[in-house]
T-cell receptor, first 116, second 111 residues
Framework: DTAVSQTPKYLVTQMGNDKSIKCEQN?????MYWYKQDSKKFLKIMFS???????INETVPNRFSPKSPDKAHLNLHINSLELGDSAVYFC???????????????FGPGTRLTVL | DAKTTQPTSMDCAEGRAANLPCNHS???????VYWYRQIHSQGPQYIIH???NNETNEMASLIITEDRKSSTLILPHATLRDTAVYYC????????????FGAGTTVTVRA
């Protein structure tokens, strides 16, 4: 059983197009994340949702809009794609335990986006 | 969150223990040490975390110095499948749930 799944795995598109990446987790977690890994391999947080509410938005351009229809899904929609958006995008989820020992994040397999 | 310093790369012989160091000299009292790894073309994978006591699980052991300014991740019997980038992350367990990844250590396990 896949814990965190993403679709599509690969996405090749032209500059200026709009595209979406979907993420689903079947772990019953209440928090989901989007990370971006650029060509230099640095992983950076983009967004985080807790119980369908946005709690982290790391100065990502407003061309990127996350949408969480329910706790198990966090989709990423990107408008007017630019060359610099080419990267691998990872979805993750965790169950937050306040004042607990820590929250292990489970990552999806990634979506490789190539903008031509 | 405190910053971490890790060696860029290291090699390890298959079957031997791999000891991965991490410096976090500015760590504060309520920051945890987390280790994740990323095998090529996969998403990051949680390994272990700790606050001040040493920790062990089925994957690895985490040794944190008494002053908490550094730690070591130990893979007891490295296999070829342990070849990956290993990230040491320190963070406060608060409402800010994000993980801040650095460059990590590229570990290559050789037969």
């Amino acid at each position: 059983d896949t814990a965190v799944s993403q679709t599509p795995k690969y996405l090749v598109t032209q500059m200026g197009n709009d595209k979406s990446i979907k993420c689903e987790q079947n772990l019953g977690h209440d928090t989901m994340y989007w990370y971006k890994q650029d060509s230099k391999k640095f992983l950076k947080i983009m967004f985080s949702y807790n119980n369908k509410e946005l709690i982290i938005n790391e100065t990502v351009p407003n061309r990127f809009s996350p949408k969480s229809p329910d706790k198990a899904h966090l989709n990423l929609h990107i408008n007017s794609l630019e060359l610099g958006d080419s990267a691998v995008y990872f979805c993750a989820s965790s169950q937050v335990v306040l004042r607990g020992p820590g929250n292990e994040q489970f990552f999806g397999p990634g979506t490789r986006l190539t903008v031509l | 969150d405190a910053k971490t310093t890790q060696p860029t790369s290291m090699d390890c012989a298959e079957g031997r223990a791999a000891n991965l160091p991490c410096n976090h000299s500015t760590i504060s009292g309520n920051e945890y040490v987390y280790w994740y790894r990323q095998i090529h073309s996969q998403g990051p994978q949680y390994i272990i975390h700790g606050l001040k006591n040493n920790e062990t699980n089925e994957m690895a052991s985490l040794i944190i110095t008494e002053d908490r300014k550094s730690s070591t991740l130990i893979l007891p019997h490295a296999t070829l499948r342990d070849t990956a980038v290993y990230y040491c992350i320190v963070r406060v367990d608060s409402n800010d749930y994000k993980l801040s990844f650095g460059a990590g250590t590229t570990v290559t396990v050789r037969a």
